[in-house]
């Protein structure tokens, strides 16, 4: 036989590949996966009193064993030049703490760094488990409230479920509140959002006879109003953007990899997977960037535009 | 037309027209981002995180787009 | 290009043994719970079956990179 070189070879490997694929298709045809969203799909398998315990929760609560186990024996006999796994730790705590303290200085940078160091591995953690071959695979049948059994897998990424971005952007929002009122204290901090002083202003010139800067006053008063409201309506506008967000991002990512995995299987999916690791890492950022960014914001001193006339 | 009919339809403008926007405003800072980038080819690590910050903001309405999608299509 | 090939065809293994170990913990687990007869063991025993599979593939994924350094590492040292 002639000796093949290495470019035929890749030809007849890919075509083999191509033909299983073919006749895979043709003799063993799968059902489609059926689709529902974790807002009436994570059934609960007990009832801990009023509490369900539903396969994203078990699937969070791996999250948080690998990552505290993960520190845990990262910092276990600690030594002062690192090597193996506390060197690993040191390296990602290095990484997120230069990225923090870049965008918020040194001291408040410190201060964020918990917070947001640790929205983003848990994220990023929860995000990269969903990736696992056993997730949304194995699972136990369940008889439904209507008579009708549905397959229930035992495991599902944490992300997909509403509460967990939620409880998210819960923390977060809290926790620039939290921030902002102890750097500028609560009288300053609430003056961001209630600028009557410009109003008061203008009163205090109507009331001593300058009508016109009064007027002036009052129009410029009226906008600050406007503004400190819009800016009180944005705070809380973001816990939703936040949950949508990441929610969205994650259950769109795990239906787009069970069609690919349903409609190519061997070839495509390997593509997928690699997006969807590349979108789980993009969305921890920008979680944990956003929450840091709108920190510095709200602890940055507000200073007061008013005019002396 | 049935509800069903109505339902499906609903679902594929949702996603069709509500990517649109964030399609176009993605265009855009990919614009501005390779601008900055030919300009000054040394802040290439600044302007790329700037610009996959913004690109996630707007990229979150299309999800939203598509979460009203889903419910409309797959939901009972 | 032979010690290329190599060094691709173990990375290639190493993705192959983390699915395999997780897999076959998660299913092991799931067969032992389905033979203890209850609904809640199947369950707990997958669980358990899948930290398993998955504590033994992240060790041995760090065995094997160590391996590949200690590898580099010599044959570095020996071109000396």
């Known amino acids: 036989m002639p000796k093949l070189g290495v470019k035929s070879k890749l030809a007849i490997g890919g075509i083999v590949v191509i033909l299983l694929i073919a006749i895979g298709r043709l003799f063993f045809p799968v059902p489609q996966p059926g689709l529902e969203l974790a807002a009436n799909y994570s059934e609960p398998f007990y009832k801990l009193g009023p509490i369900y315990i539903t396969n994203t929760l078990i699937t969070s609560w791996i999250g948080i064993i690998v990552l505290i186990g993960f520190f845990y024996f990262a910092t276990r006999k600690m030594k002062l030049v690192p090597k193996g796994l506390q060197n690993f730790a040191e390296t990602i705590i290095e990484l997120l703490l230069d990225f923090v303290e870049g965008v918020a200085g040194k001291e408040n940078g410190r201060r964020f760094f918990p917070v947001v160091a640790a929205i983003f591995l848990y994220v990023l953690f929860n995000a990269w488990l969903a990736l696992l071959p056993v997730f949304n695979f194995i699972g136990i049948n369940q008889m439904q409230a209507d008579g009708t059994s549905i397959y229930v897998p035992i495991l599902r990424a944490a992300n997909t479920d509403m509460n967990v971005p939620l409880m998210l952007a819960l923390v977060s929002f809290f926790s620039v509140e939290y921030w902002g009122i102890t750097s500028l204290g609560l009288r300053h901090y609430l003056g961001k959002f209630f600028r009557f002083g410009q109003l008061f202003q203008g009163l205090g010139q109507l009331i001593r006879g300058k009508v016109k800067s009064a007027v002036s006053a009052f129009l410029y008063g009226a906008i600050d109003v406007f503004v400190g409201a819009l800016e009180l309506l944005s705070e809380f506008v973001r816990i939703i953007s936040f949950t949508f967000r990441l929610f969205g991002n994650m259950t769109a990512g795990e239906i787009l990899l069970l069609m690919m995995a349903f409609l190519i299987p061997w070839i495509i999916p390997a593509i997928f997977y690699g997006l969807e690791t590349f979108l789980g890492f993009v969305q921890a950022f920008i979680f944990a960037g956003l929450t840091l960014v709108f920190a510095t914001m709200a602890v940055a001193a507000h200073e007061s535009e008013h005019q002396k006339s | ?76 | 290009m032979d010690k290329r090939r190599a060094e691709v065809i173990r990375f290639i293994g190493i993705g192959w043994y983390i699915a395999a170990c997780i897999l076959l913990g998660a299913l092991g687990g799931r067969w032992i719970g389905q033979k203890l007869d209850g609904r809640s063991s199947e369950i707990i025993f997958t669980i358990l079956g899948f930290i398993l599979g998955l504590i033994a593939a992240v060790l041995g994924v760090y065995r094997m990179f160590r391996a590949i350094e200690n590898n580099n590492q010599d044959k570095s040292r020996g071109n000396r």
């Open chain 2, 1 to 76: 037309m049935t509800p069903e009919a109505m339902r499906l339809l609903g679902a594929g403008l949702a996603i069709g027209l509500g990517a649109i926007g964030p399609g176009i405003g993605v265009g855009i800072l990919g614009f501005g981002a390779m601008q900055a980038l030919g300009r000054n080819p040394e802040a290439r690590g600044a302007i790329l995180t700037n610009m996959m910050v913004a690109i996630a903001f707007t990229e979150a309405i299309s999800i939203y787009a598509l979460i009203v999608a889903i419910i409309l299509a797959l939901l009972k």
